[in-house]
């Protein structure tokens, strides 16, 4: 396990280790990691990275457990209408945009509303997500993120800014990564890493 905060080498150690190097872009894993040890509101060992450098066709949200150094879930994911039609490359933490938002967020509580089973974010970061909630950004199951889509459409379906999963997964990675664990939205966005307090600073955050 990682001794040192946001060791290179270390990171890049626990990415083989984990047999990641077939399954999740090392630059997005290593961003990710950069964060978890920085964040100290986490209360859970599990980080859930959504890599949108992939197409939506592609499994792209990946459920990690650090201490077990297992990969638990992966899984097909949208994006939000206005960030992209296959590919995800505009991004926004406006009310109204219909767009996704980088960046970490903590994962709270579980509710049912319309779109079922579903789970609330906190946006970690300054004005790059921390709209989240007043924007009703959170994770759930839908029909349109269902691997059907893509056959009759050649990409999944889109949300208002939410990151939505397969019906017959939702449940299950909501139930995994519910109550205080930090989910990562990455993107080869320069705006983003120049932008964020985390990657900015490199400091501790509370």
Same mark, same amino acid.
């Given at each position: 396990? /990682?001794? @040192?905060?946001?060791?290179? $080498?270390? !990171?890049?150690?626990?990415?083989?280790?984990?047999?990641?190097?077939?399954? !999740?872009?090392?630059?997005?894993?290593?961003?990710?990691?950069?964060?978890?040890?920085? +964040?100290?509101?986490?209360?859970?060992?599990? /980080?859930?990275? !959504?890599?949108? $450098?992939?197409?939506?066709?592609?499994?792209?949200?990946? &459920?990690?457990?650090? @201490?077990?150094?297992?990969?638990?879930?992966? %899984?097909? &994911?949208?994006?939000?209408?206005?960030?992209?039609?296959?590919?995800?490359?505009?991004?926004?933490?406006?009310?109204? %945009?219909?767009?996704?938002?980088?960046?970490?967020?903590?994962?709270?509580?579980?509710?049912? *509303?319309?779109?079922?089973?579903?789970?609330?974010?906190?946006? /970690? =970061?300054?004005?790059?997500?921390?709209?989240? @909630? =007043?924007?009703? +950004?959170?994770?759930?199951?839908?029909?349109?993120?269902?691997? %059907? &889509? !893509?056959?009759?459409? *050649?990409?999944?379906?889109?949300?208002?800014?939410?990151?939505?999963?397969?019906?017959? &997964? $939702?449940?299950?990675?909501?139930?995994?990564?519910?109550?205080?664990?930090?989910?990562?939205?990455?993107?080869?966005?320069?705006?983003?890493?120049?932008?964020?307090?985390?990657?900015?600073?490199?400091?501790?955050?509370?």
């Amino acid at each position: 396990m /990682l001794q @040192k905060l946001n060791a290179d $080498s270390d !990171i890049e150690r626990l990415y083989y280790e984990m047999n990641l190097n077939k399954t !999740i872009n090392y630059s997005a894993f290593e961003q990710a990691m950069k964060g978890y040890y920085q +964040i100290k509101k986490k209360k859970k060992e599990i /980080l859930t990275l !959504i890599d949108f $450098s992939k197409p939506s066709t592609e499994e792209r949200l990946f &459920v990690l457990d650090i @201490k077990a150094q297992k990969l638990l879930h992966s %899984s097909l &994911v949208s994006h939000g209408k206005n960030s992209g039609g296959l590919y995800a490359t505009s991004f926004s933490n406006r009310n109204g %945009s219909f767009q996704s938002s980088l960046g970490f967020y903590l994962t709270e509580n579980t509710y049912t *509303g319309k779109n079922g089973y579903s789970l609330i974010l906190e946006g /970690l =970061e300054k004005g790059i997500n921390d709209k989240a @909630k =007043e924007r009703a +950004i959170v994770v759930h199951g839908a029909p349109y993120s269902n691997p %059907s &889509v !893509i056959a009759s459409s *050649g990409r999944l379906g889109r949300s208002l800014g939410c990151p939505a999963l397969p019906e017959n &997964v $939702s449940r299950e990675i909501i139930n995994t990564i519910k109550g205080g664990s930090l989910l990562f939205i990455y993107a080869k966005d320069k705006k983003y890493l120049s932008q964020s307090p985390i990657f900015r600073n490199r400091k501790p955050v509370a």
